[in-house]
């Protein structure tokens, strides 16, 4: 019992989805349809990203870019732009939960090396929104907008064009609270350096490459499956471990919850009837109590208006810690080093999250009527 309450705790999400999953079934029983619920390509895509991205961490290559730009800088505004923005520009390359995995333990190590953790609580606060909202800007920088991505057979153009306006904004919004903090001189602790391997480096860049290429539909996804995971197998099977195999099996259960709900009448005629020319403002609550991912998998069955669903589901990730599973991978990360001050982060987290969820939900409302 205490093993799967420590579980539950991990993993909230995936709990959460388990459990719903179960009582849909109660209303449709497993049959035939269920092996239509899945989408092979998201899920394979996913993995082969995933993958990949814990090879690089095995490496230290996120690490060693990231202190080299880190140590240029000389006080406390600068040192937070950078791991901030390290942490924005990563999650279009690394999805926003490897980002932050990847990138919340070099803010801390900056912060706590040079005197300054009193600035933890915002900076992680930041990298989280950052984390959510850079990822939005390519179709594999966030789960949900991979699945919408392949369940739409949206053009990568105008997925672009759709994601463009709040990308920008959210941009703008997190120079402005960065450029907040005070110039104060840091010093960084020196500390033994992390090897470059180059040979792997380069060979995880040629298999990221073939990954992106997957996601954007100009290789067979099957094929770069197999060779990317076969590569990995072959160059760092511990790498496979490492993989966020949770985030794969919520993807899953979520397409059997979401199928069934798809089939449930009562539950079909209502959210028919509720979202024509709400999915901007439903898809956006739905995130705050089910999480971004979940909701853009049980709407998609819903609406044909990606557009709107697109953009509810990544700014949607703001609000709530459970609102996205970015915000609950920063959440075990701030506790893990600072457990007295969790109040203090919590009214920072909300505080700034529904500042941004405000400002962004507003600006994209009023496009829509320009």
Same mark, same amino acid.
């Given at each position: ?84 923005? =390290? ?5 279009? @390359?690394?999805?926003?939960?490897? &980002? %932050? $995995? ?5 803010? #801390? ?123 990995? =197998? ?5 790498? @496979?471990?490492?993989?966020?195999? &949770? %985030? $794969? ?5 979520? #397409? ?115």
């Amino acid at each position: 019992m205490t093993k799967l309450m420590t579980y539950v705790k991990k993993q909230p999400v995936l709990c959460i989805a388990f459990a719903a999953m179960l009582i849909t079934c109660l209303f449709v029983r497993p049959d035939r349809e269920y092996i239509g619920y899945f989408d092979i390509k998201t899920l394979a895509c996913l993995f082969c990203t995933l993958e990949v991205v814990c090879g690089f961490a095995r490496i230290h290559t996120f690490e060693l870019a990231a202190e080299k730009i880190v140590q240029k800088l000389n006080n406390t505004r600068n040192v937070i732009i950078g791991v901030v923005f =390290i942490t924005y520009v990563g999650s279009m @390359l690394l999805a926003n939960d490897m &980002a %932050l $995995l990847t990138f919340l333990p070099l803010g #801390f190590f900056v912060l706590e090396t040079t005197g300054k953790r009193k600035y933890m609580a915002y900076t992680f606060v930041l990298q989280n929104i950052a984390a959510n909202l850079g990822g939005l800007i390519t179709p594999f920088g966030n789960p949900q907008n991979l699945y919408l991505y392949s369940y739409y057979h949206i053009d990568t153009f105008e997925f672009i064009k759709i994601m463009f306006l709040p990308f920008f904004t959210a941009l703008i919004l997190i120079t402005l609270c960065c450029v907040l903090v005070p110039k104060e001189a840091m010093t960084l602790q020196q500390k033994e350096p992390y090897a470059f391997h180059e040979k792997r480096t380069i060979l995880y860049s040629i298999l990221f490459l073939i990954s992106i290429l997957a996601v954007l539909r100009l290789i067979p996804y099957q094929a770069a499956t197999l060779v990317v995971t076969a590569a990995m =197998i072959f160059l760092d099977k511990k790498a @496979l471990r490492d993989v966020n195999y &949770a %985030l $794969l099996a919520t993807f899953a259960v979520f #397409f059997v919850f979401s199928g069934n709900m798809a089939r449930i009448e009562p539950i079909q005629e209502l959210f028919s009837r509720i979202i024509p020319g709400r999915t901007l403002l439903l898809g956006l609550g739905c995130c705050q109590f089910f999480s971004n991912v979940p909701t853009a998998v049980m709407l998609s069955h819903f609406t044909t208006d990606y557009s709107d669903l697109l953009v509810a589901v990544n700014i949607g990730g703001l609000g709530t810690p459970i609102a996205s599973l970015a915000s609950l991978i920063t959440l075990s990360e701030y506790r893990r080093h600072d457990k007295e001050h969790l109040g203090k982060y919590i009214l920072s987290f909300l505080g700034l999250n529904l500042l941004f969820l405000m400002v962004l939900t507003l600006i994209q409302m009023l496009s829509r009527m320009l």
